[in-house]
């Protein structure tokens, strides 16, 4: 087990173990199966530079992990050839129901449609395979239940994503993710192994695409969209919890969810059977709507309908220009949050300027002292979270704020909030000043206390409203 202990961790991510990382798989007496027959091609020790970091948070993971069997079960591999190939394996020889199998690079990964990889930078994104056991009846709503759980899981970090039919996970006109669902087999013998199948998904979070491989290939990430670093084991803990929900889900609901987040009824795509794109077999059509097992109904040119499947064709807007019309994030960009008028319990004003790249300016006038001279302020924000906030600190160097007092300067470090439902926001604060006093009065040169602004209005008013307002 030494050689496996290199190149993979494997872990049973219990919740209510207080687990070390990483975790010997020797003591990992659960999982001692997955690991008893290592072949040399899934688990070759990986050479020290392709040891991408960072690794995944494996403790993060588990602490945001609220299935009871998806996920549980934890393969991570620094490098491999294909997560589905070691899916594979792992059902062979007895993977758990849920087995997760998770690489931070992988070097001929599988994609959905036939000819295709999914290319990612290591340590970057998501990559992985779920080993899942289901019923032939059940198994039939996979391709529906992944990308489902895909959309979800990504619309909580912000995003405005949906499901385009077969396989993929969009923002707007860009494909930030895709998924395939085949039946396992073993490796050898490429015989089929009962009721288990392998979900293999590939999200892209923190990759960044150069804009003309964006525009051409139409690929994106989320932080193409959110302009900052999304952890990774948030989407995938996310990604599990939802999973495991859905596969116990009536099938009508799924479908109705599915059916809320994707675009494509009644809009001309053209179809590539035998995912193959393939020019001389491709046809155009439009879509009708979608049966509760995963296919999908169209009405080719000529007046034909079908029902597709997902295993047989793939299928791609003709026209993607509309597909922009909506919103492509769901909350309000941190620096338009934060840009405009704030005032604090005790009637001071800032305005403030904010940036996508973290940078704070404005001028603060203060309702202490008796002043009407505006002071330069500058900070900056940063850690956008899922919930439209930041964490911030500005400053202000003060102008003589009344006649005979000292020269000073306050520092304040805060957490913005916004209220998606009432659109309210509110920056929370501690501030320090401090004040040019000789050194043998410096025990009295620091104040420090709490803050609270409350956004007054979107881009501010004049700085004549806010001088009558601060003077009361």
Not at 94 to 106: D, H, V
Request: charge should be neutral; proline fraction near 5%.
């Amino acid at each position: 087990l030494s050689r496996v202990t290199v190149a993979a961790r494997c872990v049973n991510v219990s919740p209510a173990a207080d687990l070390k990382f990483p975790a010997p798989p020797c003591l990992q007496a659960s999982l001692l199966p997955l690991l008893s027959v290592p072949t040399p091609d899934v688990m070759a020790e990986a050479p020290a530079e392709d040891r991408p970091r960072p690794h995944l948070n494996l403790r993060m993971f588990q602490e945001r992990l609220k299935s009871r069997v998806v996920g549980r079960s934890l393969v991570h591999r620094l490098v491999t050839t294909s997560t589905m190939k070691d899916g594979s394996y792992e059902a062979e020889h007895t993977a758990p129901e849920g087995t997760l199998i998770f690489a931070e690079r992988q070097t001929n990964s599988v994609a959905s449609v036939k000819g295709r990889t999914w290319d990612s930078s290591a340590g970057q994104n998501l990559l992985f395979t779920l080993v899942v056991r289901q019923d032939d009846t059940r198994k039939l709503l996979l391709p529906l239940i992944t990308p489902l759980a895909m959309v979800l899981a990504v619309r909580e970090e912000g995003v405005n994503a949906w499901c385009k039919w077969p396989n993929d996970v969009w923002v707007g006109n860009a494909k930030i993710g895709g998924m395939i669902v085949t039946q396992a087999r073993k490796l050898e013998t490429d015989e089929i192994l009962p009721h288990v199948q392998l979900v293999g998904v590939g999200i892209n979070i923190n990759e960044e695409f150069d804009k003309e491989l964006v525009a051409k290939d139409r690929r994106g990430s989320l932080k193409d969209f959110l302009h900052t670093e999304t952890p990774r084991e948030r989407v995938l803990a996310s990604f599990c919890n939802h999973f495991e929900r859905l596969l116990a889900a009536p099938k009508e609901d799924i479908l109705a969810q599915f059916t809320s987040f994707q675009r494509l009824v009644n809009r001309v795509v053209t179809v590539y059977p035998d995912k193959k794109e393939d020019e001389s077999t491709k046809y155009r059509a439009t879509i009708t709507g979608f049966s509760t097992f995963g296919t999908v109904y169209v009405q080719a040119e000529d007046g034909t309908k079908r029902e597709l499947s997902a295993q047989e064709v793939s299928v791609r807007p003709t026209e993607i220009a509309d597909l922009i019309d909506k919103p492509l994030l769901l909350m309000t960009p941190v620096p338009e949050i934060l840009t405009g008028k704030w005032t604090n319990e005790l009637g001071s004003v800032m305005r403030l300027e904010a940036t996508a790249d973290g940078n704070i300016t404005g001028v603060y006038l203060t309702r202490v002292g008796n002043t009407d001279k505006e002071n330069a302020l500058v900070g900056s924000w940063t850690s956008s979270t899922r919930d439209g906030g930041a964490v911030l600190q500005f400053g202000v160097s003060w102008s003589k704020v009344y006649e005979g007092a000292p020269h000073s300067a306050t520092a304040w470090s805060g957490r913005l909030y916004f209220n998606r439902e009432t659109g309210e926001s509110s920056i929370k604060t501690m501030w320090t000043l401090v004040r040019d006093v000789p050194e043998q009065d410096s025990w009295s040169a620091w104040l420090t206390q709490s803050d609270t602004f409350t956004k007054v209005s979107q881009g501010g008013g004049g700085w004549e409203e806010r001088a009558l307002t601060a003077k009361g």
